[in-house]
């Protein structure tokens, strides 16, 4: 019965098969890092009306780390001033910031906080501050009132276009894909050598 012979063979090419789609559904959740799924103000959106709240929601938990978190909300551009008092608060995966804001023009919210697989995850964005007729504005600070922020404010972030996973992390990545290739690669070369001892 040649065909069962042949189906008898095949079996453990399935089962390497099947261990490959295992290792790389495996890493493929380990290479997905924490992403900003909104903001609030929206990025590039005109605000006519006091926010009160500035806040960042994330895909994954962030850490509750005091000295890892910071958001500052700063404008106009023009003349910069700084609003809010701390450097945000994380519930979930959100950080938030209560900031009145002051003077019309192009605004800056700055922000870092650091996700619960402890990758850092930082950027910015601006929006147009363009008050309704009557809505209070704050006269904000000269300096940030967020201490850990010091650095981060002081000397902008390199390019603001784009949200800040390290590079490592990006190693870590290949590694891990990598890593399942291999292990599949292995798989195939046991199930061969199998083969050809049974023929
Ligand atoms: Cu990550």
């Not at 959740?29 to 903001?39: D, E, I, R």
């Not at 005091?66 to 519930?91: F, I, K």
């Not at 900031?99 to 919210?109: C, E, I, K, N, W």
């Not at 891990?176 to 291999?182: D, E, F, Q, R």
Request: hydrophobic share 40%; aromatic share 6%.
């Amino acid at each position: 019965m040649p065909s069962l012979k042949i189906r008898r063979h095949r079996a453990p090419l399935v089962v390497a098969i099947a261990l490959g789609v295992v290792l790389f559904g495996a890493a493929g959740p380990a290479s997905a890092h924490n992403q900003v799924t909104g903001t609030v103000p929206a990025d590039g959106s005109v605000v006519t009306e006091q926010p009160g709240t500035f806040s960042v929601s994330t895909s994954d938990a962030l850490l509750q780390a005091e000295t890892g978190n910071a958001m500052v909300v700063s404008g106009p551009a023009s003349d910069p001033r700084y609003y809010g008092e701390g450097c945000g608060v994380v519930t979930g995966g959100t950080l938030a910031l209560d900031a009145q804001l002051g003077q019309p023009g192009t605004y800056t919210v700055t922000w870092r906080a650091i996700s619960v697989d402890s990758h850092v995850i930082s950027d910015s964005y601006e929006f147009e501050w363009a008050p309704s007729a009557g809505v209070p504005l704050a006269e904000g600070t000269v300096e940030p009132s967020c201490a850990a922020a010091g650095s981060g404010t002081n000397t902008p972030a390199p390019d603001a276009g784009s949200s800040g996973t390290e590079p490592a992390a990006a190693l870590g990545d290949v590694l891990w894909i990598g890593g399942g290739v291999l292990a599949a690669l292995v798989a195939v070369l046991l199930t061969v050598v199998l083969l050809r001892r049974k023929s």
